[in-house]
């Protein structure tokens, strides 16, 4: 079953997505690092699509945030739509994949969290979700096997492996469809290896994923 986004032009296909569905904690180095439990079932939110920045754009510092982290990760770009869909199908919603960076306003969530309130301005800020052009699905056959690494100012901070994922992509686009029916153009973020930390206005943060893509954002306020 080919995924009907084909026909597009997939490289702009931020500007006709309906949502961002991010998932949380799914790397257990990344939950440790933070101090959080390792969540049995998938931790979902959601970011606007007035998220996306592409190169050349910058990302900005929202305001009144003082701790802003950098989260590296692959995209699962959704070629059709689907509710209710079984995992060995999961795959044939797929139209590809991007690198995506899920810019996270630490202090904002902390408090959040601590309140029992929702991460929408922690996560779903202007610029909070920058993206590499398309990738085909052709060009990434296993997607489970992916370096995903991030560099600050030249210094290596993140360097992980979907492969450490502990929910796997068809398990998440059968779990997610089971709630929210996803849509063409719907990007899922998959979550972020080890390693985040603070960036500041005037650092440049370029990130990779295998041999395929590479991208480069800088930081403002």
Known sequence: MAAKMSG???????????????????????????????????????KPSTAYIHEGQKIKIPSGCSDLHHEVELGVV??????????NQAMDHVAGYVLALDMTARDFQ????????PWLLAKGFDTSCPISDFIPKEKLPNPDNVRLWLKTDGAMKQDGNTKDMIFKIPYLISYISNIVTLEEGDL????????????????????????????SFSVSN
Request: zero cysteines; a positive charge.
């Open 78 to 87: 959704i070629g059709q739509n689907g509710t209710n869909i079984e995992q």
């Open 8 to 46: 597009r032009d997939l490289k702009k296909f931020a500007e006709f997505g309906r949502k961002i569905v991010g998932v949380g904690r799914n790397y257990r180095d990344h939950a440790k690092e933070l101090g959080n439990s390792v969540p049995d079932t998938p931790l979902l939110f959601l």
């Open 110 to 117: 902390r408090d959040a969290s601590k309140k029992g309130q």
């Open 188 to 215: 899922i973020l998959t979550g972020t290896p080890a390693g985040v930390s603070t960036v500041t206005a005037g650092q440049q943060i370029t990130a990779g994923l295998n041999e395929i893509v590479e991208m």
